[in-house]
């Protein structure tokens, strides 16, 4: 029989939702991959569904995603801030939100907006918003073998049109 880890790594998450009516849970909907499909010719979808324990008003969602995903090997395809997300969702339930004021608080601050002054946010929203920062970087970054990908590219910055007049030598004093 094979290990709860060679399960998730011969499956292709489809769908992940959450199941809100009574004890919370976490469903993946997934596809057994070609490998394991290569006994039949139907594709397989299955469907797991993981309650989530131990999430109160103000537990600590990074903590409780981790063990969800050290727990759950299906998880592991799934962005930890994706799974985050969605515990938020529960959270804001328990609160005593609508589901869909509970949507827009997790989405809203899950997601990067430009115009947001990160300087003025508490310790845990900043490392949420730079691990986002961080995913987006890796998804878009170009890497070796990916089309478009050119090596040592050389750009020149020193290109200025115009001069801005607050960095011009030309006073010669500086006033404090």
Not at 62 to 69: D, F, G, R, V
């Amino acid at each position: 029989m094979a290990s709860t880890l060679d399960r998730a790594d011969n499956a292709k998450v489809m769908k992940i939702g959450l199941i809100l009516s009574g004890t919370p849970k976490l469903v993946v909907i997934f596809e057994k991959s070609e490998k394991a499909l290569a006994i039949s010719s139907k594709k397989r979808y299955r469907k797991k569904t993981m309650p989530i324990r131990g999430l109160y008003r103000h537990s600590d969602l990074k903590l409780i995603a981790t063990e969800m995903c050290k727990k759950h090997a299906i998880l592991t395809q799934l962005s930890r801030l994706q799974v985050e997300k969605l515990l938020a969702i529960v959270q804001e339930t328990l609160k005593g939100a609508s589901v869909a004021e509970a949507i827009r608080t997790a989405t809203q601050k899950y997601t990067l907006d430009p115009d947001e002054d990160l300087n003025r946010l508490d310790d845990k929203t900043l490392q949420v918003k730079k691990q986002l920062m961080s995913e987006s970087f890796e998804k878009n970054a170009l890497k070796p073998g990916d089309p478009g990908f050119q090596y040592d590219v050389e750009v020149d910055f020193n290109n200025f049109e115009t001069s801005a007049g607050w960095d011009s030598d030309s006073d010669g004093v500086v006033d404090f």
